[in-house]
Structure formats: structure tokens, C-alpha cells
């Protein structure tokens, strides 16, 4: 998508963010509770999650090949997410489904029994990005992250196999998950300064104590950051946000907004290269989190906002 094509599209208060040379919105739809076990089956429910997003101007989706209600599901969140963008296609004749970004991520395995594990091996990697290619019904994935580290492996050689995966015309940007500052600097010296798209860690209010100086570190070096559980999970912590930071509730209660919408607001004020992927299962969760797109928080509101949220030093 051009600058052109994401001004048009989408008048938001927020900066468009980039991936690599693919620009989209400052915030994007986190698929994975589309596929936990009391979900999965709803199809209607997905392609009316997915429809409500890039009803709202959305243009990046996250998926992953695990993402998946059972070990042998596994490819089930692509899948849906590749279904719920045809459907919407189908629906609406003028979407150009080339203006969504979907990314997804490799590296994690389960097996029956619901063991997990890690392989980063090149012969794992070379199955699974052509099974999301198949899943996601895509010629090339634009954006594929090392989903967490294989600690039977050197970092430096599963980023090695993604740049030949990218040589290949397999993936157009690579990202790496779960990544110290120092695996961050081991993938970049690897790819080249300019050549790591994206780093996706857990970052919300409740959980910045590391993630914080990772956000720093990417913003330094070009790197767009995808803060993962960003309203604090669906354990709870998305629900109980505005309960628990007295300094959100008072920025929703001021402008009448959501406390989930003063959060992804106050996640896209931390940098040009932030940019949240909320969750979620229904449409009307993600119709609110995109309204924060357009909703600016006052330099005051933003300093308490920070003085509350980031971590104490
Ligand atoms: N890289 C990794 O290792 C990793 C790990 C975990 C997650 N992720 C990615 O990050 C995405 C987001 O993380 P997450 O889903 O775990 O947590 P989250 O975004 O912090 O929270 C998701 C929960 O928030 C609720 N929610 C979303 N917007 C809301 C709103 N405006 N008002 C009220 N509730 C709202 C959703 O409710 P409903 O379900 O009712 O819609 C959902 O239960 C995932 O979908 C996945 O794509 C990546």
C-alpha cells in the first residue's frame, strides 16, 4: 500500500507504521483468540471479527501456525484469517485484498499429547513457511517472524535460514518474537542494519520490565515494534485494565472512551514504530480497540499515562 492509499484509506491520529517497504495502520487485529477452543468452530463469528476490523480501516492481521484449538489444528488461524478475507472480498467488490498485510510466525511445534516445543532447524522451517503459504493462500508471506527462540540452536543460524527463506521469494520481510536486545543485535548483524522488519514482544501496562528497553531498541534502529498481549492478555488483564491503572480510567472517563482505547492510544504515542495488535474474538472488541487510531491523548494526559505505565527506574 502506497502513503497515498493509507491517507485516503484511513485519517487516523497515528503516524501509518511500516513493515519493511509495506506501510499499514498504526494498530492491527491480533487473530489468535479466533481459534481457542470456544471459538473455533464459529466461522460466521470470525469473518465478522475479521470484517469488523478492516471495517475500521485496519490493514494488518496476526496470525501464526500455532494458533489452533488442538495439536493436530495446527495451521487453523491462518487458515480462518485467509477464509474471512475472501469472504469479505466476496462481500465487498471494490476491497483489494493486496492492501492487507498478514503476518504470521514459525518455529514452534506441537504434537500429540499437546506436547510443545521449539525447532529452528532449517528442515522444520522449510515445512512450515510452505504450509502457512498454503494456508494463508499467499504466493509470498509479507511479514514472518522466528516465533520464540530454539535454545538447542545459535539464534544467529535460524535468522541465516529465514534470509535464505526471503532470497527464495518465500517471505518479503522477516521478524523475530520473543527476542532479548541481544538476540535483537544478533539478528541484525546477520540480515544488515535496515533488513529486520519487525520485533513482536509482550508489552502492556502490566508487563513492560524488559519489553521497555527492547521498544527502545527498536525505535533506534529503524525497527518497527509490535507490542503482543498489548491490553495485558486474555487472561483477564485486557478486561480488567481500567480497574487496575487509575490514570487510564480517568483519560477514558474524560474523553469517554474505553480504558482499552487509552491504552493502544498510549502504545502508539510511545514511538512512530509502535504498533499494537489487540485480540480478539468478537467484532465489537475490535471495532472499539481500532477507534483508538483516531484518538489523541493531551501532552498532560500522555505524561501521567507515562509516569503510571512505565517501568520505575
Ligand atoms: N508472539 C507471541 O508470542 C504472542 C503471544 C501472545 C499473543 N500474540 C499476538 O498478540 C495478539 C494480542 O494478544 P492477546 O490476544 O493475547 O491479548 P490482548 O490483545 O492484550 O487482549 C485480548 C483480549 O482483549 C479483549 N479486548 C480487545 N479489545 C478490547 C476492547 N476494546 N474492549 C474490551 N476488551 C477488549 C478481547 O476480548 P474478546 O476476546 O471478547 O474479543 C480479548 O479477550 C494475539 O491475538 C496474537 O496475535 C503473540
Redesign the pocket.
Known sequence: MTKADTARLAPFAYSPRSIGRIEVTPLGL????LSFENKADDVENTRATVAAALDSGITLI???DI?APAWNKVGHNERQVADALEAYGAAHPDFDRANIAVAT?GGITRAEGEKWGRDSSVGHFRTAVVRSKTNLGVEKIDLY?L??PDRTRLYSEAIETLAVLKDEGHVKNIGI??ASVEEIEIALEVLGEGNLAAV?N?F?PRFNHTSWDELQFCGEHGITFVP???????GG???EVGGRFPAVAEVARLHSV?P??VVLAWEMSLGDHVLP??????PA??A??AKAMGFALETGEKDALDRELLPKR
Open positions: 491480533g487473530a489468535m483468540p496476526d496470525t501464526a494458533y510466525k517472524y516465533h520464540r518474537s520473543n513482536q509482550e502492556s503482543w498481549s498489548p491490553l495485558g492478555g486474555t488483564g485486557a478486561a474505553s482499552q482505547q495488535i489487540p485480540g480478539a474474538s468478537r472488541s475490535i472499539d480497540s
